[in-house]
């Protein structure tokens, strides 16, 4: 197989993707605009080529037809990918160009865009928050009549909570529309609600080979607007309909060789679950370490297993774990220093600590705490001595 990954230099844990392809014998190009590169990865890339730019698609376009006149092989021997979200529509116009299989142009603005996704969910027979693409503030007044309020407005297509608002009444609304940017927003129902994760991966014939699910201590939303911070567990297993209907989007949705994460609401009203995103890649942070440590597995090696030799290996994983993370915010003055934490439980607990990018540091805090353990009884206390802090 030959695969053409997109920026493999960023998010840092690209390289483990580029270097167990190439060992399971996949000619493995790396195409990014980074003057260096680390030895480590360069090792892990057949090649490295090198442009001024990826927004520039005349440029990319040039640079993966030399690669493809160059190594040869049919189209269906390529694969393109990046594992982040913001080169999948990248991703997809270089399929588009050269016939290579994956998703295409259409197909990724149905996953991408907040309004698509809820025909999607639709399709899968899945129920969702009631939503709507709204550009006037007449259309919104009469929109809020049906749904009520609070209502959630966000971009359509969009990362994480960036613009995001909680509109609680009509002059919240109004005051909405006099500062708003010209991007196109949803404007849907509010769930009150906690929200549960069903994360995984398919195979090469769009069977769940892997899933998983996580819990989360509050919303994206709230993390921004309140500058709060955020933890997150997995469950050792997986609630039976929130399975169900994970299953359910990623068949309509017909994911091959994907990770996927997807974000549900549990209505506290009355326990059912809601369908809130899609996200068919990848989640972000240090997300993809923590299916290896809850599960004693490699995921990493798996999907490039997947890719090159339409194998899976560990179909025996069994969660033995919860694995948790625990993000730390600067503005808060903790008790306990990362070094103490590490002295007080030891590397089978903590099993990875460190700094966050400023880019995810908002969200996910400037520093950050991983822990696993086998109960929940065990994990809370831990929890609870990463976050303490001075008054």
Not at 144 to 159: F, L, S, W
Request: a negative charge.
């Amino acid at each position: 197989m030959f695969v053409i990954f997109l920026s493999p230099h960023f998010p840092y844990n690209n390289i483990y993707w580029c270097k167990h392809l190439k060992r399971l014998g996949a000619t493995v190009f790396g195409l990014a605009n980074e003057e260096y590169i680390s030895p480590e990865l360069r090792e892990s890339l057949t090649e490295y080529y090198r442009i001024t730019s990826l927004e520039n698609f005349d440029e990319v376009k040039s640079a993966v037809k030399d690669l493809m006149g160059r190594y040869g092989g049919s189209p269906d021997q390529w694969r393109v990918e990046s594992h982040n979200e913001y080169w999948l529509e990248l991703e997809a116009k270089i399929r588009d160009e050269f016939h290579i299989p994956g998703f295409t142009t259409t197909e990724i603005r149905k996953i991408k865009a907040k309004s698509s996704m809820k025909e999607l969910f639709r399709l899968a027979g899945v129920p969702c928050p009631a939503g709507k693409v709204i550009e006037t503030l007449e259309d919104a007044k009469r929109y809020a009549q049906e749904i009520g309020y609070p209502i959630v407005v966000k971009p359509d297509i969009g990362v994480g909570a960036a613009d995001t608002f909680k509109l609680n009444n009509e002059a919240d609304l109004e005051r909405f529309f006099s500062t708003r940017k010209t991007t196109t927003f949803i404007f849907e129902q509010f769930i009150d609600g906690t929200i549960e994760s069903f994360d995984g991966l398919t195979d090469s014939i769009g069977r769940i080979v892997f899933f998983t699910t996580h819990k989360f201590s509050s919303g994206i939303m709230e993390v921004v607007t309140d500058d709060s911070e955020l933890f997150y567990y997995s469950e050792r297993v997986v609630p039976e309909d929130l399975r169900e209907l994970g299953f359910r989007v990623i068949q309509a949705a017909g994911l091959k060789e994907k990770f996927f994460h997807l974000e549900f609401f549990r209505k506290k009203s009355d326990g059912q679950l809601v369908a809130l995103e899609t996200n068919m890649r990848p989640p972000g942070g240090v997300t993809m370490d923590m299916f290896n440590f809850a599960n004693d597995i490699d995921l990493y090696y798996e999907w490039a297993n997947i890719i090159e030799r339409n194998q899976f290996t560990s179909s025996h994983y069994r969660r033995p774990y919860h694995c948790c993370y625990v993000g730390r915010k600067e503005r808060f003055h903790y008790k306990h220093s990362r070094d103490e934490i590490h002295r007080a439980f030891g590397p089978h607990q903590i099993v990875m600590s460190g700094h966050m990018p400023t880019l995810f540091a908002k969200v996910l805090g400037a520093e950050f705490v991983v822990l696993r353990t086998t109960s929940l009884d065990e994990l809370k206390p831990i929890l609870k001595f990463i976050q303490e802090r001075y008054d």
